[in-house]
């Protein structure tokens, strides 16, 4: 019996325990390799997916390498996994909604997730009558699918692309909240298909509206205030809190589809809002965790669906009538949505222009599909078989698309941020208000935040932002205005302080771009006491060297290098004591001076120093 246990495990019949390792290797494997390459993740991910999927089972019938999750799961199996794994990811996308961030978007966020979508559900849905021939009630429930676009698909190329200004704002509130939306209008759909129209007048039609929207934001707003209230009364240790967490969004979830089909997303979307906007407790690591599984979930999602589409329903489509599809999607219905949700909103053209550029298809639409034609199927209703492989096209589709050109517009545009050079000063005394003006004069982004009233009232009297905040007791770190940011310098004069705010900047900004500056010089062996934080500015350099130079008269000056004046002038210029620390490339690039990478300038590049007037006046 053991040995039957241990072979089934190891793979058995089916290879199962390969295929359930290949999901996972490949699915983290494939946003590996887009980081590295610079790609948007979730289009690797597909390409992966269709290739262990249809095209090795179609090369390879044999090969235990050829997933086939038919073999690997029951139909209902998957669907109900899909189900809970999209919830999850709803959940975590919530966490990150702060209503703070709609004071100015509130309405155009409103109106595309209402006019828009609408708007989107009637071109697409005509298209798909027109181009494929479908029967109305088939592109009905195309149109309703298709309204969602995703955090899966969103997150991701928003991380790539870096949008500028508020449209990335837009999209990511646009891309969490739509799913539940459109799953509620292909609900409606599916039930009046199955049902029948005389059982789905207007009056049955708002009553399940309304329905579905109690059931989901009441056990949303439930949940949330549960776990809130048990967190606040510390009944739940720490270890437990992101098991619990867990808990309960798969419980909200089950229930709230018990009560109300399909209510389940928006249940868990509204339990993360609550959550993110409510002020008694921090679930900032609660955040961090669902970020993580969120990575697995993606993976395991993406590489499972696409490894699901069968070579025969490929084959079968018209594919120009695909491509004409598509063509619509992309050039009549996002433009024509974006316009009618945004027109006299405030918003620049380029924000809206890039709005009406971003909107790949994502998990959602292919779980909607999957589930739906199943459904259709059992009813034996002419034409559910189009539904997955023509979802399936529309996802990959509009995946490459903008994947391979939202980066190129944004760039065009003017909107994207994509290698941001900005900084974070956390701490604003005298020298980081210095070294702040300069970077700010030419042109690098910069913002210093502190505790202290009086450094920060100086630093709004130079001109520079500066927030009056404790970036440690700070609910979410993501209320900052981090446009144009991509490097933090913790310079408090506490090297604990300094450690913790690296820490709660982590996920937000690189971890190689994350430096803090010692209190004092490092005593040897003590080199690794603070972290493994990269220390800014040349070995040797401290705070307290650095307050007492200022308060001795030296200055923060910027001095460009020429051919003319080379790095070897300004050593001599300048003397030895000059202590170097960043250099701005003529391409408008910032480098913080590090013991790692030290400085060595070439001509056109500008090097920012706090040097010593009188010494410099002498060598005149």
Known sequence: MSGTLLTLAAGGEGNIGIAVGMIIVLGVGAQWLAWRLRVPSILLLLVFGILAGPVMRSLFPNSPLAIDPDKLFESDLLLAFVGVAVGLILYEGGLTLNFRELKSSWKPVTLLVTTGAITTWIIAGVAAKLIFGLDTRIAALLGAILIVTGPTVIGPLLAHIRPAGTSGLILKWEGIVIDPIGILAAVLVFEGIV?????????????????????????????????????????????????????????????????????????????????????????????????????????????????????????????FGVFLFLAVLILVARPVSVFLATVGQGLQWQERALVAWVAPRGIVAAAGASIFALGLKEHDIDGAEKLVPLTFCVIIGTVAFYGLTATWAARMLGVADQNPQGVIFVGAPRWVRQIASVLKKRGIRVLVVDTNRTNIRAAKMENLDAENINVLTMGDLSELDMRGIGRVIAATPNDEVNTLSLQRFKGLVETSNLYRLPTKATKKGDEHSEGRWRVAFAKGIDYAGLESKIANGWVVKATTISEEFTFEDYGTLYGRSAVLLCIISASGGLT?????????????????????????????
């Open 592 to 620: 913080i001076i590090t013991e790692d990478k030290p400085a060595d300038p070439i001509a056109g590049e500008t090097v920012i120093a706090l040097v010593n007037p009188d010494e410099l006046f002498m060598i005149g």
């Open 195 to 319: 049902s029948g129209p005389e059982q789905h007048g207007f009056n049955a039609v708002v009553s399940a509206i309304l329905m579905t929207l109690a059931v989901g934001i009441g056990f949303g707003v439930l949940a949330a205030l549960i776990l809130k209230e048990l967190m606040n009364r510390f009944l739940v240790p720490d270890f437990l809190q992101n098991p619990v967490s867990l808990m309960l969004v798969v419980g909200t979830f089950t229930i709230s589809n018990q009560v109300m089909v399909e209510s389940g997303l928006l249940a868990t979307t509204v339990m993360g809002i609550v959550l993110a906007n409510q002020k008694k407790v921090d679930v900032h690591h609660i955040l961090e965790f669902k970020e993580n599984l969120r990575v697995l979930l993606i993976a395991g999602l993406f590489i499972t669906l696409a490894a699901n589409l069968r070579v025969d329903d490929l084959e079968g489509l018209d594919w």
